[in-house]
Nanobody, 122 residues
């Protein structure tokens, strides 16, 4: 089992920045890809970003490209999501996830965190 705990959410004005962190514990020696997904009220959960275990490849949803950056520190078993130029439409619960990048570059999730709320005011 792998446990994921997010932190860093909160309320920010449009144009501002936040950095989310996700600490992993348990089966941390496994070479999981890590990612972030989000779910806004009344909407389906959607992919935001993912990073391979090696950190050499990153993937982003078109809606966040150029504004969000995913990174990881395997020595600390932590993955980060730096969010800049935030918009009200970025408001959602953000979930950390661990899994794998498929051959079609989809992100298959094996483990979920509990989520952290990000609210962007206009």
């Amino acid at each position: 089992q792998l446990q994921l705990v997010e932190s860093g959410g909160g309320l920010v004005q449009a144009g501002g920045s936040l950095r989310l962190s996700c600490a992993a514990s348990g089966r941390t020696r496994s070479t999981y890809a890590m990612g972030w997904l989000r779910q806004a009220p009344g909407k389906e959960r959607e992919f935001v970003a993912a990073i391979r275990w090696s950190g050499t490849n990153t993937y982003y949803a078109d809606s966040v490209k150029g504004r969000f950056t995913i990174s990881r520190d395997n020595a600390k078993n932590t993955v980060y999501l730096q969010m800049n130029s935030l918009k009200p439409e970025d408001t959602a619960v953000y979930y950390c996830a661990a899994g794998r990048i498929t051959a079609t570059l989809a992100f298959g999730v094996d483990y979920w965190g509990q989520g952290t709320q990000v609210t962007v005011s206009s």
